[in-house]
């Protein structure tokens, strides 16, 4: 069946990075375009950006120019590169594919000083 796992999460303050991995399996990667979400305490889940098939990338307004979506096929891999972190980026981060409607079990990034 169709899983996804996140890893990479963690504490890190203001200003630094982190890289997000989402690792698929269940399905051939390679077709679907997919997505990464965030949920704050107290908010809805939003979508953070999305890769297609053929690497093309989409974000949202908020994390435009700090976050960058990629992926790597031959690993069926997915990742968030985070740069300029801020406290309002703290959140549990999912992964997503859209086509099977699939979520995965998420990874809690926390920016504080």
């Known amino acids: 069946q169709v899983q996804l796992v996140e890893s990479g999460g963690g504490l890190v303050q203001p200003g630094e990075s982190l890289r997000l991995s989402c690792t698929a399996s269940?399905?051939?990667?390679?077709?679907?375009?997919m997505s990464w979400y965030r949920q704050a305490p107290g908010h809805e889940r939003e979508w953070v950006a999305g890769?297609?098939?053929?690497?093309?990338?989409a974000y949202a307004d908020s994390v435009k120019g700090r976050f960058t979506v990629s992926r790597t096929n031959v690993k069926n891999t997915m990742y968030l590169q985070m740069n300029s972190l801020k406290p309002e980026d703290t959140a549990v981060y999912y992964c997503?594919?859209?086509?099977?409607?699939?979520w995965g079990q998420g990874t809690q990034v926390t920016v504080s000083s």
């Open positions: 997503y594919v859209a086509r099977f409607s699939s």
């Open positions: 890769i297609n098939t053929f690497g093309s990338q």
């Open positions: 269940g399905f051939t990667f390679s077709s679907y375009a």
